[in-house]
């Protein structure tokens, strides 16, 4: 009987403590959406920053943000991609593999303001990028290569072995087996994966508070020269994004509605993760369903 | 347009493997050169406040006196170092239980509702970034404390409460991994033999995934460890170590994130920051190589 | 083939940004053909790019001058950057920066060799109040009270005239120049770090804390100063703009802005910018500085006044 209790009590407690977790996810959202929402407008998202007066919009933030993580994102897959398949299909087992497992591991795990600060010493002072969109993807990409390499690995783990082997079975080198055969396969994985982890570049600001910048230069919308250092396409400019403005206005934000913009800001980050979750969720599943019944 | 490789001449055949073989190994060199810049760079820089300012390695990690404009100018780091440990791990110990119960919700009593409510839910939380919490922590948590406490809600619990929300994802996620991995014959020998289904976790199943179980708690920790801009927001950044938990006090990333930018590249306050940004990585190696044991453990 | 296609791709864009990098750095010797000096009103000939690094507290003022001056001569690009006055010494003095913004003087900041290559323009001044918790029935801290709370000696409001309330400090970092400036010229002493204290870096962190920490005092620029928080009168002398002026309120530094050397011609228009009466009588004072034009007092390094 008294087990029976403990057994009941137990899983209330278990459920209690669950439920506790949604709470406080529902409490923050809920929070969060609905300090900001309110201040979302068509004008708030497109326009620019105010410095003192009020209505300042993220427009420039928005974009950077956006195209910053298109940035990283060139220069992370083709690497990850290259590192996840080495690790899987052309690392052979043993001690220096093992080894470089473990950087893959410290890599991932390093805190972000120490890649931030190997960002400012080496790719804005000593390299001379000075502080710039291709300064923070660089450091962007740090982070970012350790979990694409987990994530290409695993995928390809999860191809079935037999495809593989019968491939190489119809004289195909094992290179043309990855490229053709294994990584359309494991491409759903990667693609969700990746999907996600951007939604960790999205959001991240402390590396970025010392590479890519605290300001943003004017951007002249209607230049597309990738070279102008007006235009919004020019690699080399500072440019602050949206966590890294969130950041700012906390704490210099001069304007009388910095708190409303801080607060609309954080409204729009968390409406980006969230809009980029499920979307690896749908492509995942729409993939899914489409690699599982085409075939 | 997949097939056409193999029947040509031998050439395209052999340069085509090694393109491949030369491409995936060019990226995991860039990895490998990458990390070694990175711990030869900080090392460098954070280990010349030894060897050429002549600060003594004593004084950093020995003395609690931090005053880096005093005459003659003093840099104990021990405060943060203090501030560090004790706020990551009262981070872990608020989230390990909800992360572990979250799994067991998720794994063994209700996987349904579990995978289909708790599972995204964490996901978010994985996904909100820091700035948010650090703000929404400024706003909520702080003056919730203040008003129950004594002191200003500021503090180790306030940024232990942040940074526990922020690992939970970490420590719920190895958690599921961990307890779905377990052969169900062990749990159906100890449903079989008439126990109960808490008798069946508590004596069973988290004992041996016990060691997986804490891999995740460690890498929570990790995490904890090296956030800087939400504990910085919350922390209250005085330079001492506190005699309450809601007293003002320091972590190694806060006193980073609010003096780097304010001393002189090369100035001695500057070369120490930089010691304590090794600190910080050479904490993260640890961390990696205790997940290392835990795991070793959890295989055998 | 795809993926080699885009391999090529990407190696092809590295290269091209590596190189659109160099170009950048070269860009900074500036080539401008014989521009007006005066650079405020039909500046056009003015072309080059600029880069002003540091203070945080001096940003708004170069970001919102510079737009004014790229209007003006759209040939030029100026861009501005955050990062501290340590960040802003350090990157003028090693090169990479045009111009260094500052709180304080340089040679408070680095060594004398490189500090005395720098070439001082003060832009503006900006002063600084104490300001505390609205709660509290305090309106006038003398010098030797400031210096009391601020070192520890009182830790309770009634013992300045205030009512019976814990004194809690809202600080900044040591290395902070606010700070710097708040203890030499208010305080008149260094002050060490009080346990218990809270530090933050940043203005509106710290006016949000003296709102709603009760019992709270704190120091801001004037910029910052609104009706969420009490500001104190220092001596019995109000914090604003005329007494700060003609040198009865003591507490302001002035915002420098440094070059290495004689600056290049776009650079000294810019810095001849933002004195003119143009920026001076309009952006400094909106933004809540103090125009230097204005002041009765002049400072040097070592703090000696001179009317």
Redesign the interface.
């Given at each position: 009987m008294s087990?029976?209790t403990?057994?009941k009590?137990?899983?209330a407690?278990?459920?209690t403590?669950?439920g506790?977790?949604?709470l406080?996810?529902a409490g923050?959202?809920g929070?969060?959406l609905y300090r900001g929402v309110g201040h979302i407008s068509f004008d708030f998202l497109t326009s620019a920053p105010q410095?003192?007066k009020a209505g300042g919009g993220i427009g420039p933030q928005l974009f950077n943000s956006l195209y910053l993580l298109i940035l990283t994102m060139?220069?992370t897959i083709?690497?990850?991609?290259?590192?996840g398949?080495?690790?899987s299909?052309?690392a052979k087992p043993g001690k220096i593999t093992d080894f470089?497992r473990?950087?893959?591991?410290?890599?991932s795990?390093?805190?972000?303001?120490?890649?931030g600060?190997?960002g400012l010493?080496?790719i804005?002072?000593m390299?001379?990028?000075?502080?710039s969109l291709?300064s923070g993807a660089l450091a962007l990409t740090?982070f970012n290569?350790?979990l694409m390499?987990r994530i290409t690995e695993q995928a390809m783990a999860s191809v079935p072995q037999a495809q593989k082997e019968a491939s190489l079975a119809?004289?195909?080198?094992?290179?043309?087996t990855?490229?053709?055969?294994m990584?359309p396969i494991a491409f759903p994985v990667i693609l969700t994966g990746t999907i996600?982890s951007a939604?960790?570049v999205?959001?991240?600001?402390?590396a970025l508070?010392?590479t890519a910048?605290?300001?943003s230069?004017?951007l002249d919308f209607g230049n597309w020269n990738?070279?102008s250092?007006?235009s919004p396409l020019n690699?080399?400019?500072?440019a602050e994004t949206l966590?890294?403005h969130?950041?700012?206005?906390?704490?210099?934000?001069?304007a009388p509605d910095?708190p409303e913009i801080?607060a609309g800001a954080?409204a729009v980050?968390?409406l980006t993760?969230?809009i980029?979750?499920l979307l690896a969720?749908y492509i995942g599943r729409l993939m899914h369903k489409k690699f599982t019944a085409t075939k | 347009m997949a097939q056409s490789g193999g029947k040509k001449r031998v050439q395209p055949h052999i340069i085509e493997e090694w393109t491949g073989k030369i491409y995936t190994s060019l990226c995991i060199t860039f990895l490998i050169v990458t990390i070694f810049s990175m711990v030869y760079f900080v090392a460098a820089k954070g280990l010349s406040s030894f060897f050429v300012n002549g600060v003594s390695f004593k004084e950093i990690f020995g003395s609690t006196v931090w005053k880096p404009d005093g005459e003659p100018p003093l840099f104990g780091a021990l405060p943060f170092i203090i501030g560090s440990f004790s706020t990551s791990i009262l981070a872990a110990l608020i989230a390990a239980p909800l992360g572990i119960c979250a799994a067991l919700f998720m794994v063994e009593i209700m996987p349904k509702y579990g995978k289909k409510y708790l599972q995204p839910v964490i996901e978010l939380l994985a996904g909100i970034p820091s700035v948010v919490y650090g703000f929404v922590g400024l706003s909520v948590v702080v003056p919730f404390y203040r008003d129950l406490f004594p002191g200003q809600g500021l503090g180790i619990v306030a940024g232990a409460t942040v940074l526990s929300i922020m690992i939970l994802p970490t420590i719920t996620s190895i958690a599921t991994d961990a307890l779905s991995a377990l052969p169900s014959g062990l749990k159906e020998g100890s449903y079989a033999l008439g126990a109960t289904r808490w008798q069946t976790l508590y004596r069973t199943v988290i004992p041996t995934t016990m060691p997986a179980l804490m891999t995740g708690v460690v890498l929570g920790m990790a995490r904890a460890f090296g956030e800087a801009l939400a504990v910085q927001m919350v922390i209250g950044n005085a330079p001492h170590i506190p005699t309450s938990l809601f007293e003002s006090t320091s972590t190694l990333t806060s006193v980073i994130t609010l003096s780097m930018g304010n001393t002189v590249m090369g100035s001695v306050q500057n070369n120490v920051l930089w010691t304590l940004a090794f600190i910080l990585m050479a904490m993260t190696f640890i961390f990696v190589f205790t997940v290392r044991w835990l795991e070793r453990r959890a295989k055998r | 083939m795809k993926k080699s296609l885009m391999l090529v791709l990407t190696l092809i864009l590295t290269f091209t940004l590596a190189a659109c990098g160099q170009n950048n750095d070269a860009k900074n010797t500036t080539e401008s053909n014989g521009g007006t000096a005066s650079g405020n009103t039909n500046g056009g000939e003015l072309s080059g790019s600029i880069l002003a690094v540091g203070s945080s507290a001096l940003q708004p003022l170069v970001d919102q001058a510079s737009q004014k001056f790229m209007d003006l001569n759209p040939k030029v690009s100026i861009q501005v950057q955050g990062g501290g006055s340590g960040t802003g010494l350090t990157q003028v003095s090693g090169g990479q920066a045009d111009i260094g913004n500052s709180d304080v003087f340089a040679e408070e900041k680095l060594e004398a060799t490189p500090a005395a290559e720098l070439v001082d323009h003060q832009v503006a001044v900006v002063a600084m109040a104490a300001v505390v918790n609205p709660d509290l029935n305090i309106d006038n801290l003398t010098k030797d009270q400031l210096v009391q709370i601020f070192t520890g000696a009182v830790t309770n409001w009634n013992e300045v005239g205030g009512p019976d309330q814990a004194i809690q400090i809202i600080n900044r970092p040591s290395s902070s120049g606010t700070r710097a400036t708040f203890e030499k010229y208010a305080l008149g002493t260094k002050t060490a770090d009080l346990k218990g204290a809270i530090q933050e870096d940043s203005s509106g962190t710290v006016k949000k804390l003296v709102k709603e920490t009760p019992g709270a005092i704190g120091y801001l620029a004037l910029s910052y100063l609104d009706d969420s928080i009490k500001t104190v009168k220092y001596d019995g002398v109000e914090a604003n703009v005329d007494n700060v002026a003609n040198g009865s309120y003591p507490v302001w530094a002035y915002e420098h802005m440094y070059t290495k050397g004689e600056a290049n011609e776009v650079v000294t228009a810019f810095l001849d910018f933002i004195k003119s009466d143009e920026v001076q009588n309009a952006d400094v004072v909106e933004l809540g500085y103090i125009p230097v034009s204005k002041m009765q007092v002049t400072r040097d390094v070592e703090g000696n006044i001179t009317k």
């Open positions: 087990a029976k403990a057994d009590i137990a899983t407690v278990i459920i403590l669950a506790f977790i949604v406080i996810m923050l959202l929070f969060i410095t003192i060139i220069i083709p690497l990850g991609l290259g590192a398949i080495y690790m299909q052309y470089i473990l950087i893959v591991e410290v890599l795990s390093f805190p972000s303001i120490v890649v600060l190997f010493l080496v804005v002072n390299f001379g990028f000075g502080f291709f740090v290569l350790p390499v119809l004289g195909l080198s094992k290179w043309k990855i490229k053709s055969i990584l996600l939604g960790r999205f959001g991240e600001a402390a508070l010392f910048g605290m300001s230069p004017r990738p070279l250092p007006t690699p080399f400019r500072p966590a890294v969130i950041w700012k206005i906390n704490s210099e934000g001069l910095a801080a954080s980050l968390i993760v969230l980029f979750n969720r | - | -």
